[in-house]
């Protein structure tokens, strides 16, 4: 799996990423995994004609003292589908920056 993980974060730091986070998912499947909606100019041709198979999302896992972001772009009908790929270039610029303003906006050093 590609992935993009920060570490080390403090136990301090980590409650109020925890909560950021919460707030920004699109679902909480199970704890400590968040999925976060690709906007609609960010999908390729393929998930874009795939409406049925959307909304397509990204995971973010959380543990102790980390956050990993699945570069792989998942849509929530299925399990299975030619929609769900690895990201594009835009797709991963936008996910990580989205992660990393996240962590930025609550003031936390990592």
Not at 19 to 37: C, M, N, Q, S
Not at 61 to 69: I, S, T
Not at 86 to 108: A, H, K, S, T, W
């Amino acid at each position: 799996m590609r992935s993009y993980l920060i570490q080390e974060i403090s136990e301090l730091d980590m409650p109020k990423l925890m909560e950021a986070i919460t707030r920004e998912a699109y679902k909480i499947p199970v704890d400590g995994l968040f999925w976060i909606i690709l906007p609609e100019n960010l999908l390729s041709v393929e998930q874009k004609e795939h409406r049925d198979c959307g909304p397509h999302y990204l995971a973010i896992e959380a543990g102790e003292d980390w956050f990993k972001l699945e570069l792989l772009v998942r849509c929530e009908a299925k399990l299975r589908c030619d929609c769900i790929s690895y990201c594009n270039p835009g797709q991963r610029e936008f996910m990580i920056n989205y992660l990393d303003q996240l962590i930025r906006n609550q003031d936390v050093r990592v």
